[in-house]
């Protein structure tokens, strides 16, 4: 498992990954940002690291389950590295009678964006990786400006293909576009997300200015919003009307 955290106002940030005992990834990242002078533990020191704070661990077993066995078992007989999402079940809704173009629909990364009172922006993003990964392979979602990133403007969280996310330096573009062009957040997600290989990415994000967005270049993408003042948003599907997936202005 991997994870990472981000202030906006400080730029104060903490990751981990190669975890297999620790409950709450993303607790761990954030000791590293608050207790170390680091920014990054992997493997066998963030294990230390976690058992020296107390956080919460479990046996390796713990973690492991039937389905996640057999979906392992596919793959490896497939010899392909897939993103850990659960597969629909054909003919469940008039979206799923059909596989989708892509098989990175419903991807299995965790992510978060916020915005306080005051205007200070925060991220997180948590994983557990792919399925048939090698072992040692890092992902995204830890590494500051390939998976997650905020600073002063916006804070963005990315979920999908790692290695496209790393290659095309998706969330770090996004504060790019917006900090050097002058392009607002939904302008900004949706040109860096259309510049990425179809079926590979997707984002949540939200500005100082309270512009939420959610865009993404799968099939599907479970997603969410919500404000102090009640507005509240849930999506997975891609709108009929909009092929890159969906951005939205929300008014906090």
């Known amino acids: 498992m991997e994870a990472c955290v981000m202030e906006g106002a400080t730029l104060r940030c903490g990751a981990v990954s190669g975890l297999s005992t620790v409950v709450n990834a993303v607790s761990l990242a954030r000791l590293v940002m608050e207790k170390t002078p680091h920014i990054y533990l992997a493997f066998d020191g963030a294990e230390a690291f976690a058992r020296e704070q107390g956080v919460e ?4 077993s713990h973690f492991i389950t039937q ?83 905020a600073n002063s403007l916006c804070a963005v969280s990315a979920t999908g293909k790692g290695e496209e996310i790393i290659r095309y330096t998706v969330v770090c573009d ?15 997600a949706a040109r860096v997300v259309a510049g990425v290989p179809r079926g590979t990415v997707g984002l949540v994000a939200v500005s100082t200015a309270g512009e939420v967005c959610m865009v993404h270049n799968t099939t599907a993408m479970f997603r969410a919003c919500a404000t102090e003042a009640g507005h509240a948003e849930v999506g997975i599907w891609t709108d009929a009307d909009d092929a890159d997936g969906e951005s939205v202005s929300v008014g906090l």
């Open 57 to 60: 661990t479990k046996d390796p």
């Open 67 to 149: 389905h996640n066995i057999e979906r392992l078992r596919q793959a490896k007989e497939a010899n392909r590295v897939q993103i850990d999402y659960p597969q629909p079940m054909k003919g469940h809704s008039p979206k799923e009678a059909q596989a989708p173009a892509d098989d990175n629909n419903q991807t299995g990364t965790v992510g978060c964006v916020a915005i306080d009172a005051a205007g200070n922006l925060a991220t997180a993003t948590s994983t557990g990786g792919l399925v048939n990964k090698m072992a040692g392979r890092i992902g995204d979602t830890p590494v500051v400006g390939a998976g997650t990133y």
């Open 174 to 188: 996004v504060v790019a576009l917006m900090e050097h062009r002058g392009l607002p957040l939904r302008d900004a």
